[in-house]
Each structure stands twice: as C-alpha cells, then as structure tokens.
C-alpha cells in the first residue's frame, strides 16, 4: 500500500491522457464508455467477496482503462500482472476501511479534496473537466469517492501502523541528502508555435505549406514587437494545444527538457524579452520570455511534507505486508473471479520463492556467524 494515491493517480491519468487526445484530435469530447460497453457485454460481476465490502468487475477495469490509458499515451506497456496488482491495492484499500475511524476518515478527505482542486486547475472549466470524465466512464462523484476511499485507507493504515515522522527524522535526512534538494536555474516562457509537421504522422507539410507558415510567424513577431498581446496572439494562432488558452504559457523548466534549439533562446532572453524566430523539429516558434529563477536549494518548509511522505512509505515497505496479510485472513477476503485467483496464487507464489532465494542468497553478517 503506497502512500500516494495510487489507483485514483491511474484514474486521473486517464482523464488527462482523454483530455490530450481531444486536443490532439480537435474534439470536444464523447459520449462513448468504455466501461459501459464492457457492462453491456459481460455484465458486472462480483470478483472479491470480504466481510463487510465485495468488489465488482468495474471497480477493476475503470483504474485497468485510465492506466492503459495513460500508458498507451506515454508510448509504454503495463507490466505483466498489473491487473492482479490493481485488484490486492483495491482489496488492501478495503480491508483497511474497515478499519478506518472517524478522524482518518476526516484526514482522507481532507487529502482527496486537495487532489481533486489540483485536478480541476489542468482544465479551463469544469465543463471541459465533466466532458473528460465522461470520454472514461467516469463523474465528478466517482472520482472523489474513489480518490477520498484510498485517502482514508492511507491515514487508517499510518495509524495501525504507528507512523509517524517527526520534525527531527525530516530535518536529519535534509541535512545529510542536500544535493537532492538543489533546484537548478528555471526558465520560464510563453511561446507561439506553427507546426510543419503533421502531428500525428510526424511526416513533414508541404514545401509550400512550411513557406507560408514562416511568413506568418515572422508576421506574428512584428505585430508583437509593435505592442501587440503576445498571449491573446498565441490564444488565437498558435498550435501548441498544450499551451493554446494559456496564451502560450509553459510551466518553468531547468535545461534538459526542450529541444536544444529552444532551450538556448529560452534561457538566452531576459525578462519580457521577444527571440527571433526559432526553428525545431516541431516547427516554427517565437517566445516571450516571463523571467528566469536562478539556482538554489529549496528550503526544507516546502518540502518537508515530501520528505515527511518518503520516509513514511519506507517504514510502511517494511511493516505492512504482513499487517495486510493478516486483515486479509481477518476479513475473509476470497477473489471469486476464476482467472483472477488463478493470476493472484501465481504472482503470490513466485514473489515467496523470489523472497526466500534472495533470504538464502543475502550473506551473514561475520558477528552473527561468529555468534553461532
């Protein structure tokens, strides 16, 4: 069980990977489901039984749809037994439910709120943000209420558990880790784009088609080289959908994550500056440079939550999968689904004999042989 919010991070993901693929797609969005689709196909049964919850088929498949989701968008392949993965997390969360109180289940809530206000600000109106979550099968009500179960989970877990991280931990592994906290120099820039590619074959356009998008960004920058609203001009021109109505905008970045041909005029240009014309593999861009933040080390206020959370799921690593095993037994859980029980027995046996192998293949501390 991860201190991160895993299975509703799977679900956000493939709100964000639908979001992307209507931009890219120039859609508003769908009234297809493809969980529905699976529900009028199969039905939905029950595949986990335990003492006080049971767990459906589409509990499984809708955070199954937004990590394929999300996956196929990065371009990568789940691994092997992810689903049997999945349906232990989404078992753990329950068994632990049970055991939550009324002060967890006021810390998860609190925790699944913040992460729902942080999702909503990816999106220009909650319109936009319902239309996305429809595209997966899913409304506002599921997403929080699945986000707030594994919240609540999470705090009932810490504190079976007993974990708890001190200031004292937190400043102490600060202090002896300083290079991870070192910031490096940030740009910060809004930008206009003109594709000369096709975006999704990546083939190049038309000779002619590329000449006249060079006029028109050259156009571009002379109309705001004349006091014209770079913003509302990358609002209305640019082909950059992840930036569009953002007027451009791009979140800070050190060097490293743009192509070379950008990054240089991002970090060469000073604060409201105009670059010329810049050609990448994408196309043709001008920037507007918002400021540059110079390298230092962030200050231990802003991220000892961070911190606080690593050390937290360390402990957890050690401590809860036989705490989890237990309320498993506890609980009578039982995966009445015929493949997923067969799947679970396999996984749960390799991982025993992969334990004991590396049990039998970790050497003896000379004090302990000494001491036999």
């Known amino acids: 069980m991860k201190l991160k919010l895993i299975l509703s991070a799977a679900l956000v993901a493939g709100v964000l990977s639908a979001q992307a693929a209507t931009q890219n797609a120039g859609v508003i969005g769908t009234n297809a489901s493809p969980i529905d689709a699976q529900k009028a196909l199969f039905g939905d049964p029950v595949i986990v039984k335990g003492k006080g919850f049971e767990l459906k088929r589409s509990d499984l498949d809708q955070v199954l749809s937004g990590a394929k989701a999300n996956a196929a968008a990065q371009g990568q392949m789940l691994p092997q037994d992810f689903d049997v993965s999945i349906l232990n997390q989404l078992i753990t969360i329950q068994v632990l439910l049970q055991k939550a109180t009324d002060a967890d289940r006021a810390v998860g809530k609190t925790e699944a709120d913040d992460q729902y206000g942080k999702l909503l600000q990816r999106f220009r109106t909650q319109e936009a943000f319902d239309r996305q979550l429809e595209a997966v099968g899913m409304t506002v009500g599921d997403l929080r209420a699945k986000a707030t179960q594994e919240a609540v989970a999470k705090a009932a877990l810490k504190r079976e558990l007993g974990i708890a991280i001190t200031d004292e931990e937190a400043k102490d592994y600060y202090n002896k880790h300083a290079a991870e906290f070192e910031q490096p120099e940030l740009a910060h820039v ?71 041909e950008f990054e240089s005029a991002a970090f060469t240009l000073t604060n409201n500056q105009i670059s010329d014309v810049i050609s990448t593999a994408y196309g043709f861009h001008i920037l507007q440079s918002l400021g540059k933040k110079a390298a230092q080390k962030i200050a231990y206020p802003e991220v000892a939550a961070d911190i606080k959370d690593g050390l937290s799921r360390q402990k957890i690593a050690k401590l809860a999968p036989d705490f989890v095993k237990k309320l498993r037994s506890d609980f009578s859980v039982e995966i009445v689904d015929s493949n997923l029980k067969a799947n679970d027995e396999r996984l749960q046996a390799a991982q025993e004999a992969a334990a004991k192998e590396a049990a039998l293949t970790t050497p003896v501390p000379a004090a302990a042989e000494n001491s036999k």
Not at 228 to 254: I, T
């Open 190 to 260: 809004r930008h206009i784009l003109l594709m000369t590619m096709d975006p999704t074959t990546r083939t190049p356009l038309l000779t002619n088609t590329i000449a006249a998008k060079r006029k028109q960004i050259e156009d571009l920058r002379k109309q705001v080289l004349a006091g014209g609203d770079f913003a509302a001009l990358a609002k209305q021109f640019s082909e950059d959908p992840g930036s569009k109505e953002n007027g451009g905008e791009l979140p800070e970045f050190p060097r490293g994550q743009m192509v070379p």
